[in-house]
């Protein structure tokens, strides 16, 4: 019932920045925590960061001072901001919601993510 799509991947060199949007759609849903987690070739996946419906965020060690998450509740959208970005943060980004659903009786909580986005930072 809900969708979540993401854009922004891409390929920058070392120190550079991009910025990652994921937007959910669907109907009669209300999005609690969304989260950005990554996952490099060989590796398992792990979270970025997240923030909450109230907008309390956090980070990952390995982001804090580079990254920055925010959301837009009334787009359904999340956002991360990646700067001064190293080739150890080449991976691919997936977004990550907690959603309650409120299309049928009784509502339901049910976790989403988004299809994937190729971060590649070059040295």
């Known amino acids: 019932q809900v969708q979540l799509v993401e854009s922004g991947g891409g390929l920058v060199q070392a120190g550079g920045s991009l910025k990652l949007s994921c937007a959910a759609s669907?109907?009669?849903?209300?999005?609690?925590?969304m989260g950005w987690y990554r996952q490099a070739p060989g590796k398992q996946r792990e979270v970025v960061a997240t923030?909450?419906?109230?907008?309390?965020?956090n980070f990952a060690d390995f982001v804090k001072g580079r990254f920055t998450i925010s959301r837009d509740n009334a787009k359904n959208t999340v956002y991360l901001q990646m700067n001064s970005l190293k080739p150890e943060d080449t991976a691919v980004y997936y977004c990550?919601?907690?959603?309650?659903?409120?299309?049928?009786?009784?509502?339901?909580?049910?976790?989403?993510w988004g299809q994937g986005s190729q971060v590649t930072v070059s040295s």
């Open positions: 923030i909450t419906s109230g907008e309390s965020t």
């Open positions: 990550h919601a907690n959603v309650l659903i409120r299309s049928s009786l009784p509502y339901y909580s049910n976790t989403y």
């Open positions: 669907g109907t009669l849903f209300t999005i609690r925590t």
